[in-house]
């Protein structure tokens, strides 16, 4: 198979003016920054819970509480022994009853990452709201669930990828789209040389 053809759908600019927009939407909507602590989900969500909490210590200057949630012990698609999850760490060191939670992820598609995030934050307490922020929302939902705040919307089809890549583990700092229709295209053109 040849190498599988990308759109870029943000790059570093970009996904820096997402975390900008996204910080101050969250702290108009809140009246602030004094009942906020954030929660982002394991690996990329807790990457730009961290970066969203950067950015609203430089609008307002108030350190916002940091957590980080594995969902693995809460996803509903884990069945047998042959599928049991890797567990990370979830550190949640911080109260999160009558607080504004910010639950943060990368990519938003069918909900039941997000679904299994509300049952994680649940367990901890009572929050006074949670609210969803996605850097990007790419549609095919399976469950009722939508974002507060949007980096941005991405129309695809349900076998495309949309891919995240951070400073913090990756190497480079974009955000990419692997669209079924190429990949389908580049198969096809290899196989036709054979």
Do not use: C, W
Request: glycine content about 8%.
């Amino acid at each position: 198979m040849g190498k599988v053809a990308e759109e870029t759908l943000l790059d570093k600019k970009g996904i820096e003016r997402a975390i900008t927009r996204i910080s101050h939407e969250i702290l108009e909507k809140n009246d602030g920054a004094d009942t906020l602590v954030i929660i982002g989900i394991l690996t990329r969500g807790a990457d730009l819970a961290k970066r969203i909490a950067g950015k609203i210590k430089e609008i307002e200057g108030v350190d916002i509480p940091v957590g980080l949630l594995d969902i693995n012990l809460y996803r509903d698609d884990v069945h047998g022994k042959l599928d049991q999850p890797i567990i990370q760490r979830t550190e949640i060191l911080f109260n999160v009853v009558d607080r504004n939670v910010i639950l943060v992820d990368d990519v938003l598609f069918t909900g039941r990452t997000i679904r299994a995030a509300l049952d994680a934050i649940v367990d901890f307490g009572r929050a006074r709201s949670i609210q969803l922020a996605v850097l990007i929302d790419r549609g095919h939902r399976e469950l009722p669930i939508r974002p507060d705040y949007v980096g941005k919307n991405i129309p695809t089809s349900k076998d495309d990828r949309v891919l995240v890549r951070l400073g913090e583990r990756d190497d480079r700092e974009v955000v990419v789209a692997e669209k079924a229709a190429l990949k389908a295209e580049t198969e096809n053109k290899g196989r036709k040389k054979e």
